[in-house]
């Protein structure tokens, strides 16, 4: 009988174990925790894509300015250096502005290139936009040539220093040089 009482009181042992099977304060804790640290690591690495894009951004849009920028100078130096009518290449460098001064002379018309609050101007006018900053636009000519026959062509060698407005860690420098077909005459 004895034997009998303990069968039925594991029975209803069993029972009572089945009844109550469900999740443990510990098992709470520890899917927590792994949810937790799952959802740190995918939050930084979304993150780090976001300030990627915006770096990727930043340089892309500093590259077109830049490119702007070079492309607008050397088509004007090269207008100058190629006209008939005593071209010059003057830089003034003692101005108010933050670089070097560019003016191109042809005949009457006057082009000037500077630096004004953190944008190029040609004359008055900003040619680029106000998402980047020109830290530094400097200019170097090329001195007569005193071989002869001439055998140096006259230029001008542009370097520019561009950054970002919104991501102040993007910059770039460029670098370039507008020559004359046409050698100088001693």
Partial sequence: MKLKIQNSMNKIKKQQKKQQSGITLVEIIVATSI??????????????????????????????????????????????AGSASAPSFTINNSGPTDGDELVLTNGPDVKIFKIFDGAVQLDTNDITSDQVIVTDLTFETSSKCTTDPPNVQPFVTITLIIQSEKVSDVQMTLKTTVSSRDYYNE
């Avoid at 740190?40 to 920028?69: C, F, H, M, P």
């Fill in 35 to 80: 949810l937790v640290v799952s959802l740190t690591i995918i939050s930084g690495l979304l993150i780090n894509i976001i300030k990627a894009q915006a770096r990727t951004n930043a340089s892309r849009t500093i590259y077109q300015e830049a490119r702007n920028v070079m492309e607008t100078i050397t088509r004007e130096a090269k207008l100058v």
